[in-house]
């Protein structure tokens, strides 16, 4: 970092002008000698993100991977119809298949619950505000995670509900354990991928979940024994529930009791570097969801949209982006400060498939009357 004083901006600068050079071209093999600017771009990348490699060989791999991320970025932004930008992020010189294997999760397929969706909100006509940002509410958002080398963001977006949730009703502000969701699950192979409620049955099923202070995050995939019995428990869910599969209704939902779970296509995101993403369902398939992460807001973006390429003319007048926002688990380094928007409003990447949240209660809250004998 030391060495140039802005590594972020310039590396902006050059990888908009390597994106024009090589555009179009699909594999890194193709660009025939390696551009300047490549070299130079990547190494400004491994400044930035802190990386070495321990042989040549490996330089060059990772070399030829990162110009073919940057092709791949090209792509993804002639394929967006919202405003994101795609481009260089700590992901670039993963591939895809890496890059799977350590962020995404099992895919969701017949394992969920069964549990009926509740209505949001007892009064359905309720209106929606227009923006929504619980990050506002000082300390009722935790600090951006980083998952490192494990694949739990289903236990990260679970972990970020409770910790929203028990802030919001009890104005307690508390880190809750991740590990112990992950070391206390019903498999007990947490790093290898779950679901969000299968993180809401372990904290019902622990009685609760302890702070992140006390059973601190161990990014590995080693088998942790729970230890869930030798901490005290810092905050306690009642149950958890499915929200419909209506974006007008988790809205609602949203700006009335606070941040939710969802579960995305991710397809969008390794190389995302800001905007909000509109993706149709051919290019993000929306029944294809693999990475959950923490819904915490929603607004409009008042910017014209940018693939101006691809759409009518008529489009093309200013016009107002609805958004989500959702906090994601990659680190503050990736995205925006570590959240990412989505278009709001055509079910962008599935963001409408498994809307779950927990619903937090105090254990010593006991109802007011018992059964008369
Ligand atoms: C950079 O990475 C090396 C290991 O590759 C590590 O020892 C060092 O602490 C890292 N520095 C920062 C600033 O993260
Ligand atoms: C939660 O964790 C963050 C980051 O480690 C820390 O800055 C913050 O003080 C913690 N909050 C509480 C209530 O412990
Ligand atoms: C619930 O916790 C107990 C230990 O307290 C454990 O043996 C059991 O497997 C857990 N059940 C589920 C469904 O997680």
Known sequence: MALIAHPSCLLALLVAGLAQGIRGSLMAQDLGPQPLELKEAFKLFQIQFNRSYLTPEEHARR???????????????????????????????????????????????????????????????????????????????????????????WAMAAAGNIEALWGINFLEFVNVSVQELLDCGRCGDGCHGGYVWEAFSTVLNNSGVASERDYPFQANFRPHRCHAKMYNKVAWIQDFIFLPDNEQRIAQYLA????????????????????????????????????????????????????????????????????????????????????????????????????????????????????PP
């Open 256 to 371: 009335t009791y606070g941040p939710i779970t969802v579960t995305i296509n991710m397809k969008y995101l390794k190389l995302y570097q800001k905007g909000v993403i509109k993706a149709r369902p051919t290019t993000c398939d929306p029944q294809f969801v693999d990475h959950s992460a923490l819904l915490v807001g929603f607004g409009s973006d008042k910017s014209e949209g940018m693939g101006a390429e691809t759409v009518s003319s008529q489009s093309r007048h200013p016009r107002s982006t609805p958004y989500w926002i959702l906090k994601n688990s990659w680190g503050a380094q990736w995205g925006e400060e570590g959240y990412f928007r989505l278009h709001r409003g055509s079910n962008t990447c599935g963001i409408t498939k498994y809307p779950v949240t927990a619903r937090v209660q105090k254990p010593d809250v006991k109802p007011q009357f018992s059964c």
């Open 63 to 153: 070399l030829d991977i990162f110009a073919h991320n940057l092709a791949q970025a090209q792509r993804l932004q002639e394929e967006d119809f919202g405003t994101a930008e795609f481009g260089v992020t700590p992901f670039s010189d993963l591939t895809e298949e890496e890059f799977g294997q350590l962020y995404g999760h099992r895919r969701a397929a017949g394992g969920v619950p069964g549990m009926g969706r509740v209505v949001g909100s007892e009064a359905p006509e309720e209106s929606v505000p227009h923006t929504c940002d619980w990050r506002k509410v000082a300390g009722a958002i935790s600090s951006i995670r980083n998952q490192g080398n494990c694949r739990c963001c």
